[in-house]
């Protein structure tokens, strides 16, 4: 239980702070990714108003304002130094820049290639003729930005390498999701640590309640045994009397009270003694006895086991678990219905338990809770036919103590308690 309650409070630390790194790794990447892309597609637009065929007089680009007080105080105080134009920003300086101009009619005027080693001018004719046609002004193809232009007679094709860039943002993202990864792996050990402490004070509590249970069913036995024995024999000497019936009444109820705290102790502290169990034998012998009960209350009681199933186990607890199921479907059947018990292989490696019977559904708001000791659905709890809700916590105790798992279902006026154990041979 406090095993289970701790993996909880570590994957929900961790799913927090996994959705924080996540979401602070999309902002980071995203943010960089469309400021470097915003920039690289502003100095190719630059680039495209700059340029000019070969054979006319370059575009002298305006200088710079001066950096005085005024001039930056022009802009609002948001021009300064770090406001240079594109085309005077060392980024700028380092780019690569393709540029194909085209006549109106598809030929070919011009081809500024630097680097030809990287992309030939055949290339860059193609990928200009086909961004051209695309009526598209700017976008990414093999691997360069392009941008067109519609100039003087012609439209040109500019394009800009878009490698450095990419290796920028893949660097960022590795380096990003390398480091988040060790912080939160750190952060796990450290959501171990922090779930320790916090289910450790619980742990202690429930260790000591369960302790003090088993140390007061022990202290109880020896003195109800001495009042129930005393009763009797003073039965016996003064005969019938209402009032010596009653203390003996209430002793019996007493003692099967403490019989299954020390039972459900036991359960819980002490390891049983396993070895190879015949659960199809088992099952079937504990089921015997209840065919006459059945039948005496008017109820009708079908059994489908399937042969060959075995586990690894304690006998004595896993005849348990199928009395005090079988037991629980008894009482709570509606008179002239069916109780139906099942034995069968779930999957490769599991055996499922099924023992149904038809009645009152239990509440969804207490299914999670009848597994509880002294839990019980009549808040009167008046301790009828000795059933203190100790049944069904011992019948958890015991699957757990198999490594298997026990739950209930409600469905179609059927309410069906399900117990699922590992297979000795899986097929």
């Given at each position: 239980?406090?095993k289970?309650?701790?993996r909880?409070?570590?994957?929900?630390i961790?799913t927090v702070l996994v959705?924080l790194?996540?979401?602070?790794?999309?902002m980071?990447?995203?943010?960089?990714y469309?400021?470097?892309?915003?920039r690289?597609?502003?100095?190719?637009?630059r680039?495209?108003?700059?340029?000019?065929?070969p054979?006319?007089p370059p575009?002298?680009?305006?200088?710079?304002?001066?950096?005085?007080?005024?001039n930056?105080?022009g802009?609002?105080g948001?021009?300064?130094?770090?406001?240079?134009?594109?085309?005077n920003?060392?980024?700028f300086?380092?780019?690569?820049?393709?540029?194909?101009?085209?006549?109106?009619?598809?030929?070919?005027?011009?081809?500024?290639?630097?680097?030809?080693a990287?992309h030939d001018?055949?290339?860059?004719?193609?990928?200009a003729?086909?961004?051209?046609?695309s009526?598209?002004?700017?976008g990414?193809r093999?691997n360069?930005?392009?941008y067109?232009a519609?100039k003087?007679?012609?439209?040109?094709a500019?394009?800009?390498d878009?490698t450095m860039m990419q290796?920028s943002?893949?660097?960022?993202?590795r380096?990003t999701?390398?480091f988040g990864?060790?912080?939160?792996?750190a952060?796990?050990?450290?959501?171990?640590y922090?779930?320790?402490?916090?289910?450790?004070?619980?742990?202690?509590?429930?260790?000591k309640?369960?302790?003090?249970?088993?140390?007061?069913?022990?202290?109880l036995?020896?003195?109800?045994s001495?009042?129930?024995?005393?009763a009797?024999?003073?039965?016996r000497?003064i005969?019938?009397n209402?009032?010596?019936?009653?203390?003996?009444?209430?002793?019996?109820?007493?003692?099967?009270?403490?019989?299954?705290?020390?039972?459900l102790?036991?359960t819980?502290?002490?390891?049983?003694?396993m070895?190879?169990v015949?659960?199809?034998?088992?099952?079937a012998?504990?089921?015997?006895?209840?065919e006459s009960?059945?039948?005496?209350?008017g109820?009708?009681?079908?059994?489908?086991?399937?042969g060959?199933l075995?586990?690894y186990g304690n006998?004595?607890?896993?005849r348990?678990?199928?009395?005090?199921?079988l037991d629980?479907?008894l009482r709570?059947?509606?008179?002239?219905?069916?109780?139906?018990?099942?034995?069968?292989?779930?999957g490769?490696n599991?055996?499922?338990l099924?023992?149904?019977?038809?009645?009152?559904?239990?509440p969804p708001?207490?299914?999670?809770?009848?597994?509880?000791?002294?839990?019980?659905?009549?808040?009167a709890?008046?301790?009828e036919?000795?059933?203190?809700g100790?049944?069904?916590?011992?019948?958890?105790?015991?699957?757990?103590?198999?490594r298997g798992?026990?739950?209930?279902?409600?469905r179609?006026?059927?309410?069906?308690?399900t117990v699922?154990?590992?297979?000795?041979?899986?097929?």
């Amino acid at each position: 239980m406090f095993k289970q309650s701790r993996r909880k409070i570590v994957a929900s630390i961790m799913t927090v702070l996994v959705l924080l790194w996540a979401g602070t790794l999309c902002m980071i990447y995203g943010s960089s990714y469309l400021d470097t892309s915003r920039r690289n597609r502003e100095m190719l637009a630059r680039h495209a108003e700059l340029y000019m065929l070969p054979e006319q007089p370059p575009k002298i680009p305006e200088a710079p304002l001066p950096e005085t007080e005024d001039n930056m105080k022009g802009d609002g105080g948001r021009r300064g130094p770090a406001m240079l134009p594109p085309e005077n920003s060392p980024a700028f300086q380092l780019s690569t820049f393709y540029s194909v101009a085209v006549s109106e009619n598809g030929e070919i005027l011009s081809v500024s290639n630097p680097k030809p080693a990287l992309h030939d001018n055949e290339a860059l004719e193609e990928m200009a003729l086909a961004v051209i046609k695309s009526k598209r002004t700017t976008g990414v193809r093999q691997n360069l930005l392009y941008y067109t232009a519609d100039k003087d007679g012609y439209t040109l094709a500019a394009f800009m390498d878009n490698t450095m860039m990419q290796e920028s943002m893949t660097t960022l993202f590795r380096y990003t999701l390398l480091f988040g990864g060790l912080a939160i792996l750190a952060l796990f050990f450290l959501a171990v640590y922090l779930a320790r402490k916090i289910v450790e004070p619980l742990e202690k509590s429930y260790q000591k309640q369960k302790q003090f249970i088993s140390d007061a069913g022990h202290e109880l036995k020896t003195p109800v045994s001495v009042v129930s024995a005393n009763a009797e024999l003073l039965s016996r000497q003064i005969g019938e009397n209402p009032w010596l019936s009653n203390i003996q009444y209430e002793t019996n109820r007493m003692g099967a009270l403490i019989g299954q705290l020390l039972e459900l102790a036991r359960t819980e502290h002490v390891s049983p003694v396993m070895e190879p169990v015949d659960l199809s034998r088992l099952t079937a012998g504990e089921a015997l006895p209840f065919e006459s009960l059945m039948f005496e209350r008017g109820l009708h009681f079908s059994c489908e086991i399937c042969g060959g199933l075995q586990v690894y186990g304690n006998g004595t607890q896993l005849r348990q678990i199928v009395a005090i199921l079988l037991d629980n479907a008894l009482r709570h059947c509606s008179p002239e219905k069916e109780v139906t018990l099942s034995l069968k292989r779930k999957g490769r490696n599991l055996a499922l338990l099924t023992i149904a019977n038809d009645g009152d559904p239990i509440p969804p708001s207490e299914q999670g809770q009848i597994f509880e000791r002294f839990y019980r659905s009549d808040p009167a709890r008046t301790g009828e036919s000795c059933h203190y809700g100790l049944g069904l916590a011992i019948a958890r105790a015991i699957t757990s103590a198999h490594r298997g798992k026990i739950g209930v279902q409600c469905r179609g006026g059927k309410t069906a308690f399900t117990v699922t154990l590992p297979l000795l041979h899986p097929s």
